[in-house]
C-alpha cells in the first residue's frame, strides 16, 4: 500500500523529467514562432508513431513494414469524410481512428499468423493494397491528384492536440508494457511456440497489439492530413515512412518506453538537420547511406549503446 | 473477330513483357534463395543499368544492343562491394539468422534511396528513352503484330534464364550455391568455402539486375524514382512464385506479364495491381513456399 502512495527514487526522477516535458510542450506553442511550433509538432507526431509501433515490433517482434497503410488510411478517411460532409478534419480523426481499429483487427487475425520475414512482406502488400485501392476509386479519392482540405485551425491547436496524443500513447504503451498483455506479447516475441503451450492465447494478443499499434498511426495520419491541408498517395503511402518509424523505435530501443521517444527526436533531427544544410537531392542521399550504416553499426539502438559504454568505462576506472 | 485478335495480341505482348518481369525478379529470387537477403534495392540496380545503357550510347556511341557486356560487369562488382560492405558486417552483428533477414530490408532500403536520389543528383529527374533503329517496328501478319524490340527481350530474357540455370545445376560452383541455399550449416561441414558463395552468388543476383535494366532500357522510359513502382510488383513475384525458386520465377512473371496486359488493358492497371497483390497475399498465408517452392 505504502508503496502505492510514495514514489520511488527513481519515480520522482521520471516525474521531474515528465513534468519538464510537458511544461515545455505547454510554453512553446506560447513563443508563437512558427518554426519551432512546426517542428515540435512533427516530432511529436514522430514520438506517437514510433511509441505505438514499438508496442507490436518491440514488445511483440513482429517487424511492421507496411505501418504507413494505417497511418495513410486514417489520414484518408480524415480527409475523404471531412471534404464529404463539409466538417472540421479534426472532428473526424476519432472515427478514422475507430474505423482503422476495426478493418487492422480483421486484416490482423490472417496477417499474422505470418511470422517473421512472411509478415514483413507481407505488410508491405497491404500498403500497396491500399495505395492501389486509392487509385482505383477516383471518384471518392481522386487518385493520384490527391485531396485538398478545409483550412485548418491556429497551429498552436495541432501543437497541444499532437502533445496530447503523445502523453495518451505514452501512458498507455506504459500500461500495457506493465501489464499482462505486455508480458504476453513479450513471451511471443521470445518464441511463440512455448508460449502458446504455457497458454498464452497467441491470435488475441497478437491482434490487440497490432490495433493497439495502428490506431495511433491513423490519429497522428488523420490529425497530419488536417495540418498539412493536402494529402496525396505517394506521401500517405509511402514505405519509406515505415522504415523510419521502425527505425526510430529501433535507434532508441526496442521494447522500452523511454526509447522510441528518443529515437524520434534524435532522428528528426539529424533529419531537419541534413535537410537545412544539404538540401534536396543530397540530404536524401546521405540519410539513405546514414540509415543503412546505423542499422548495422547499432543493432541494439542508442540506449543499449550509450549504457554499455558506460559501464565499460565504470569497470575500466 | 477483331476483339479477338487484340485478345491474342494482349496475350503475346504479356509474355513478352512478363519475361521481362521474370528476369528483373530473378536476381531477388537467388539472393532471398541463397543468403536470405531482401534486396528491395533491385529495382533501382535495374534503372541504373538502364541509365548506363543510356550513357553508353550517348556519350560513346556505343550500340545499346551489346551494352550489356557494361552494365553486368558493373553491377557484379558493385555486389561483391555490398556484399563485403554491408552484408558480412550486418550479419556478424545480428544475434540470429531471423533478424538477419528482417534487418536487411532497411538497409537495403537505405542503399535504395543512395542510389536513387544519386541517379536525380547526376542525371536529373527527366524521362530517357533509347531509341534504336529497330524501336516501333514490327513483324506483322494479318492483325498480329509482334514488336521486334518486345520479341529481343523475350529472346534475351529465356537466355538469361537458361544460363542461369545451366550455371547453378552444371558447374562445380553453381552446385555449391545450391547447397548453401539449401543448408547452409551442412554447407560448412562438407567443406565448401561460404563465404566465397556467398560472395560470388550474392554478385550474381545483383549482376542479372545489370542484364534486366539492359532488357528494360529497350521498353519503358525510365527516370530515377521509376523503380518506386516496380519494387511491390517484383517481390509479389518473387513470393507468388515461391522464395528462391527460379523456376516460379519464371512463370509466374510471365502469368502476371499477360494479367497486367490483359487486365490493364480491359480495366486499369491500378484494378490488375491489386489483384496480382490480393494474389500474392492468399498464396502468402496458405502456401506461403510460394506455388512454385518446394520446402522451406
Excluded at chain 1, 476495426?102 to 505488410?123: D, E, H, N, Q
Excluded at chain 1, 527526436?265 to 537545412?276: D, E, G, H, P, W
Amino acid at each position: 500500500m505504502i508503496k502505492d502512495i510514495m514514489f520511488s527514487k527513481k519515480d520522482a526522477k521520471l516525474i521531474v523529467f515528465a513534468a519538464a516535458a510537458i511544461l515545455i510542450l505547454i510554453i512553446i506553442p506560447l513563443t508563437g514562432n512558427r518554426f519551432i511550433m512546426a517542428t515540435t509538432f512533427t516530432i511529436l507526431t514522430y514520438m506517437v508513431l514510433a511509441q505505438a509501433y514499438n508496442i507490436l515490433g518491440g514488445y511483440g517482434g513482429y517487424v511492421n513494414f507496411g505501418y504507413s497503410a494505417f497511418y495513410g488510411l486514417g489520414g484518408y478517411i480524415t480527409a475523404i469524410l471531412s471534404t464529404q460532409w463539409h466538417v472540421s478534419p479534426l472532428l473526424m480523426v476519432p472515427i478514422a481512428g475507430l474505423a482503422v481499429g476495426v478493418i487492422s483487427a480483421i486484416l490482423g487475425v490472417p496477417l499474422l499468423r505470418l511470422k517473421g520475414v512472411y509478415f514483413a512482406i507481407g505488410m508491405i502488400t497491404v500498403n500497396f493494397i491500399f495505395l492501389c485501392l486509392v487509385l482505383l476509386f477516383p471518384k471518392i479519392t481522386k487518385a493520384g491528384l490527391g485531396i485538398v482540405l478545409p483550412p485548418p485551425p491556429p497551429l498552436q491547436v495541432f501543437c497541444y492536440l499532437a502533445a496530447a496524443v503523445a502523453v495518451v500513447t505514452t501512458l498507455a504503451a506504459h500500461r500495457i508494457a506493465n501489464s499482462s498483455f505486455g508480458l504476453a506479447l513479450r513471451s511471443i516475441r521470445e518464441d511463440e511456440e512455448v508460449a502458446e503451450v504455457v497458454g498464452v492465447n497467441l491470435t488475441k494478443y497478437k491482434v490487440l497489439g497490432f490495433v493497439a499499434s495502428t490506431i495511433p498511426a491513423a490519429v497522428v495520419g488523420g490529425i497530419t492530413a488536417a495540418y498539412l491541408t493536402y494529402i496525396d498517395p505517394d506521401t500517405m503511402f509511402n514505405i519509406g515512412f515505415s522504415v523510419k518509424v521502425i527505425l526510430m523505435a529501433r535507434l532508441g530501443g526496442l521494447g522500452t518506453i523511454a526509447g522510441p521517444l528518443v529515437g524520434a527526436l534524435v532522428i528528426q533531427a539529424i533529419s531537419y538537420a541534413l535537410r537545412y544544410t544539404l538540401g534536396g537531392v543530397l540530404h536524401k542521399i546521405v540519410w539513405g547511406a546514414l540509415l543503412s550504416a546505423t542499422i548495422i553499426l547499432l543493432p541494439g539502438g542508442v540506449i543499449k549503446y550509450v549504457r554499455s559504454v558506460l559501464v565499460r568505462r565504470s569497470a575500466i576506472s | 473477330m477483331k476483339e479477338l485478335f487484340s485478345f491474342v495480341n494482349l496475350v503475346i505482348n504479356g509474355l513478352m513483357i512478363g519475361s521481362l518481369y521474370s528476369v528483373m525478379t530473378l536476381g531477388l529470387t537467388l539472393l532471398f534463395g541463397v543468403m536470405g537477403v531482401i534486396n528491395v534495392a533491385q529495382a533501382d540496380f535495374i534503372i541504373l543499368s538502364a541509365y548506363i545503357v543510356y550513357w553508353m550510347s550517348h556519350s560513346y556511341g556505343m550500340s545499346p544492343f551489346i551494352s550489356f557486356i557494361v552494365t553486368v560487369p558493373i553491377m557484379f562488382g558493385m555486389g561483391m562491394l555490398l556484399e563485403k560492405g554491408l552484408i558480412e558486417p550486418l550479419q556478424m552483428r545480428t544475434r540470429s539468422h531471423g533478424e538477419f533477414v528482417r534487418m536487411t530490408l532497411p538497409v537495403f532500403f537505405g542503399v535504395a534511396m543512395v542510389v536513387r536520389h544519386s541517379m536525380t543528383a547526376l542525371w536529373t529527374g527527366d524521362y530517357r528513352a533509347i531509341t534504336t533503329h529497330l524501336t516501333g517496328k514490327a513483324f506483322t501478319s494479318g492483325l498480329i503484330r509482334v514488336p521486334i524490340l518486345r520479341l529481343l527481350c523475350l529472346v534475351g530474357s529465356f537466355a538469361i534464364v537458361g544460363l542461369l540455370y545451366l550455371y547453378l545445376t552444371k558447374t562445380k560452383t553453381g552446385k555449391q550455391i545450391r547447397a548453401l541455399s539449401q543448408n547452409a550449416v551442412a554447407a560448412k561441414i562438407v567443406g565448401i568455402n561460404v563465404e566465397r558463395i556467398r560472395l560470388i552468388s550474392f554478385a550474381i543476383g545483383i549482376c542479372t539486375a545489370g542484364f534486366a535494366g539492359y532488357l528494360f532500357s529497350f521498353i519503358y522510359t525510365f527516370f530515377p524514382g521509376a523503380a518506386g513502382e516496380w519494387v511491390p510488383l517484383l517481390f509479389c513475384i518473387m513470393v507468388t512464385g515461391g522464395l528462391g525458386c527460379t523456376e516460379g520465377t519464371l512463370v509466374i512473371g510471365i502469368l502476371f506479364g499477360v494479367v497486367d496486359s490483359v487486365v490493364g488493358y480491359y480495366v486499369t492497371m491500378a484494378f490488375s495491381r491489386v489483384l496480382v497483390f490480393i494474389t500474392m497475399l492468399l498464396v502468402l498465408l496458405f502456401r506461403p513456399r510460394g506455388i512454385f517452392g518446394r520446402g522451406l
